[in-house]
């Protein structure tokens, strides 16, 4: 049940970052609101995962993937750039994190 948590907390910080966006500096009232709930449940969701994965793990996933999911989502939604240095960068987040989670056994 701890990787479904995190899961779901990965997809809240996502939804957070893009939410921030749209929320103009919390002047779009709807927007601040999803942002405002968004990151309340991403934290909730991690700390219920926390209770069974170690922090040092599950934390740098979590993070990683809102990473990748904003740049993605950027890139996709908001015409962000996606440069050979942002994919490269992108890629060693994720060597990065399979690192940490091999080495956590």
């Given at each position: 049940?701890?990787?479904?948590?995190?899961?779901?907390?990965?997809?809240?910080?996502?939804?957070?970052?893009?939410?921030?966006?749209?929320?103009d500096?919390?002047?779009?009232?709807?927007?601040?609101?999803?942002?405002?709930i968004?990151?309340?449940?991403?934290i909730?969701?991690?700390t219920l995962?926390?209770r069974?994965?170690?922090?040092?793990v599950?934390?740098p996933?979590?993070?990683a993937?809102?990473?990748?999911?904003?740049?993605?989502?950027?890139?996709?939604f908001?015409?962000?750039?996606l440069?050979?240095?942002?994919?490269?960068?992108?890629?060693?987040?994720?060597?990065?994190v399979?690192?940490?989670?091999?080495?956590?056994?």
């Open positions: 049940m701890a990787w479904f948590y995190l899961a779901l907390a990965a997809v809240f910080e996502v939804i957070f970052a893009m939410s921030m966006k749209y929320a500096g919390f002047t779009n009232l709807k927007a601040s609101a999803v942002t405002v968004a990151v309340i449940a991403g909730g969701f991690l995962a926390l069974d994965l170690p922090v040092s599950a934390y996933i979590w993070t993937v809102g990473t990748l999911g904003t740049v993605a989502l950027g890139f996709v908001l015409g962000e750039s440069t050979l240095m942002k994919a490269l960068s992108a890629l060693a987040i994720v060597v990065g399979v690192g940490l989670k091999v080495s956590a056994g």
